[in-house]
């Protein structure tokens, strides 16, 4: 089902998500509504706090991002947690469907040491570089409650203040299911 992505503004895009029980009977559903909803606003990830629903999980699809020669990943991670980072940060142009209208060259390391349950319940620990890796930094920041805008320069976040608050007001539209924090 696809579900409205909850917009910059909401607090629950700030708020620590809770770890998911790998036997609830909702997960399932839970999983098929974030790729419902992902492919619906044409995105690369998306976790389930966007969703309104503060639970450790979250899907990335980085196929339509990733270089040809490379095989297109795309997984449910459950519960994950960043072990290492590479050592090199690099830039990227990035943005959120949570802030549409929004994109900025942000800086992140270009590996990551992630651990997780994939949708089956079956554990991995394993590294990611490149896109997928961005990918999936972006998303694991959404169950910390970070965003994207939090890696900008306190000048480069003023500059963009203006449009993020069109955003939480409701006035930026999006070409997808959207619901605003009503204050």
């Not at 991670?77 to 900025?104: D, M």
Request: hydrophobic share 40%; aromatic share 8%.
């Amino acid at each position: 089902m696809i579900r409205p992505i909850v917009l910059y503004g909401d607090p629950i895009l700030r708020r620590q998500a809770q770890p998911v029980r790998l036997d609830d009977p909702e997960l399932p559903r839970l999983i098929q509504d974030l790729w419902d909803t992902m492919y619906n606003a044409e995105g690369v990830g998306l976790a389930a706090p966007q969703i309104g629903v503060s639970l450790q999980v979250f899907v990335v699809d980085a196929a339509p991002l990733q270089p040809e020669e490379e095989p297109p990943f795309k997984g449910v991670f459950i519960n994950p947690r960043l072990i290492s980072e590479g050592t090199a940060c690099v830039p990227h142009e990035e943005g959120c469907l949570s802030i549409p209208g929004v994109r900025e060259r942000i800086f992140r390391p270009d590996s990551v040491q992630v651990s997780y349950y994939d949708a089956e319940g079956q554990f991995h620990e394993r590294t990611f570089s490149g896109i997928v890796a961005r990918v999936i930094q972006h998303e694991h920041d959404h169950l910390l409650g970070r965003l994207f805008v939090d890696y900008l320069s306190p000048v480069r976040r003023q500059l963009v203040r203006k449009r993020l608050q069109q955003v939480a007001r409701g006035l930026v539209e999006a070409p997808y299911p959207t619901r605003v924090y009503a204050h």
